[in-house]
């Protein structure tokens, strides 16, 4: 994948008076994520930006009887996202290998047969969660990365957000991390594919070009550590690496002549 192919921007040229430039964070898709077991965004704007997430439709309908029905396709998007915030819970409770679609089902509050009106499968369904997920992941580190106006700085920002994101939604980050694993060649290319969009916030004009498959270790270096941090349920401990994973990530720019001091 060539630089900025994905649509992530880069931080923009620092304001000559400092601060004043720069641009406040959404708050959006933090509220979002806050509010909710599985993870809810808007997917992709058409200019290929990481969208800002809007919140999702309630489990539970406010309305009351005498009220105006929502419209079925509402429904449908409603059912979706409650079996999409059943199946994280599930799987991180039990396991995928372990997680069934009458499980799920109950866990939403819907008939099995809603589920199957909805998805294939576990797999469609866990594949849309994971997919639901990592659009928003990447659209919180992708804000925080625009916010700042020097690279290393944007790059210690957009990590600190992801790892606080995953330290926030601890079911999510263990069905991502651990349990994406098992589910598939499917489920494998949407994992690759979101790991190579983390590539284009290491590239581009002003940053100093590394070889791809050094560019390809760090990412890889970085997931490990996350990795093994959600294996040993240590999820909540994921914001302390952000400065020491910043350090290692950098240290492989010194050598091109970028600032790597934030």
């Known amino acids: 994948m060539r630089d900025g192919a994905s649509g992530l921007g880069h ?4 304001h000559p008076d400092g601060a004043a430039g720069r641009r406040a964070r959404p708050a959006d898709a933090e509220a979002a994520a806050a509010r909710r077991t599985g993870l809810t965004d808007a997917g992709d704007d058409a200019d290929g930006r990481a969208p800002s ?3 999702a439709e309630p489990a539970e309908s406010a309305q009351t009887a005498e009220s105006a029905q929502p419209a079925e396709s509402d429904d449908a998007d409603a059912r979706r996202a409650r079996l999409m915030d059943a199946l994280v819970t599930v799987v991180a409770e039990r396991g995928y290998p372990r997680t069934t679609v009458e499980e799920v089902a109950a ?3 819907l008939p099995t047969g809603a589920f199957h009106a909805c998805f294939g499968g576990i797999e ?3 594949l849309a969660a994971y997919e639901r997920g990592t659009r928003l992941l990447l659209a919180r580190t992708e804000a ?3 916010a700042e106006s020097s690279w290393p700085a944007a ?3 957009g990590l600190r957000a992801a790892l606080e994101l995953a ?10 991390v651990i349990d994406a694993s098992m589910v598939g060649a499917r489920a494998h290319r949407a994992r690759v594919a979101f790991l190579a969009r983390f590539r284009a916030f290491l590239g581009g004009p002003g940053i100093p070009r590394i070889p791809d498959d050094i560019r390809n270790a760090i990412i890889g270096g970085v997931y ?8 040993c349920d240590r999820t909540a401990e994921l914001p302390e690496l952000a400065d020491p994973l910043t350090d290692f990530l950098l240290a492989f720019y010194r050598e091109g002549g970028s600032p790597a001091s934030s």
Do not use: L, Q
Not at 167 to 176: L, T
Not at 224 to 231: F, G, I, P, Q, S
């Open 107 to 109: 866990r939403a509050g």
């Open 11 to 14: 931080p923009r040229e620092p």
């Open 144 to 146: 925080a990365y625009r």
């Open 155 to 157: 790059v210690r920002a």
């Open 53 to 55: 997430a809007e919140p």
């Open 124 to 126: 469609e369904c866990f």
């Open 167 to 176: 330290a926030a939604e601890p079911a999510f980050a263990r069905m991502c």
């Open 224 to 231: 490990t550590m996350v990795y093994n941090h959600v294996e």
